[in-house]
C-alpha cells in the first residue's frame, strides 16, 4: 500500500468520525475538533458563510462563500513540517486518546452551504457531506482539480472513495 493509499484509507475513517461531529455542530454543541485514526490527524473547522467567503477570499481569491476549503499543512517543497512528522506524542496522549499523530492539514467546511447544494442537487445530505469531506482530504493529500487530467483522477478517487462507504456517484446526479 503507498502512502497516498493509506492516507486515504485513513481519510476514510476520519469521515465517519467527521460525520459524527456534524450533529454536534448543528446542535451548537461543537465549533472546532481534531479527529484522528491511526498516524493521521485532521482539524476541522465549521463556518458560517461570513467566514466562509472571507478565507475563500484571502486564500483563493474567490469573494464568495464556498462549501469547503482545504489548507495542508506542508512547506513549500511540499514536505511534511518537522514539528508535525515527529514521532512524538502531541499533547497528553491520555487525556486525548490521539497518540502519535501526523496533522494532514485544516478542512474548512460551510454547513449551510453544504445544506442548500445537497437540497437544490437532490442529494441525501449525508452523502453530500461525505462527498466533500473525501474532496477535502484529497486536496489535503495533494490531488486538484486545476486541469482536466486532474480533475479526471480527483473524481475517481472521490467516486472509490465514496463507493466503498456504500454511495452513489455523485456527478452522475449532477
Not at 492539514?105 to 457531506?129: F, M, R, T, Y
Amino acid at each position: 500500500m503507498t502512502f497516498c493509499e493509506k492516507c486515504l484509507s485513513a481519510g476514510i475513517a476520519l469521515l465517519r468520525s467527521s460525520a459524527q461531529q456534524a450533529d454536534a455542530v448543528r446542535s451548537g454543541e461543537a465549533e472546532h475538533q481534531p479527529c484522528s485514526t491511526d498516524d493521521y490527524a485532521v482539524s476541522i473547522r465549521f463556518a458560517d458563510t461570513a467566514e466562509s467567503q472571507q478565507l475563500n477570499t484571502t486564500y483563493r481569491g474567490r469573494a464568495k462563500p464556498t462549501n469547503v476549503l482545504s489548507f495542508p499543512v506542508v512547506d513549500e517543497a511540499e514536505q511534511w513540517l518537522p514539528a508535525v512528522a515527529s514521532t512524538e506524542p502531541l499533547g497528553d496522549e491520555n487525556a486525548l486518546g490521539l497518540g502519535r499523530l501526523m496533522l494532514l492539514g485544516d478542512l474548512v467546511l460551510c454547513p449551510s452551504i453544504i445544506e442548500n447544494e445537497a437540497s437544490e442537487q437532490k442529494k441525501s445530505l449525508e452523502d453530500h457531506w461525505a462527498h466533500l469531506l473525501i474532496h477535502g482530504l484529497l486536496h489535503l493529500l495533494g490531488f486538484d482539480h486545476i486541469d482536466e487530467d486532474d480533475a479526471e483522477e480527483m473524481e475517481s478517487l472521490e467516486i472509490e472513495a465514496l463507493r466503498s462507504l456504500g454511495i452513489p456517484n455523485p456527478y452522475l446526479l449532477d
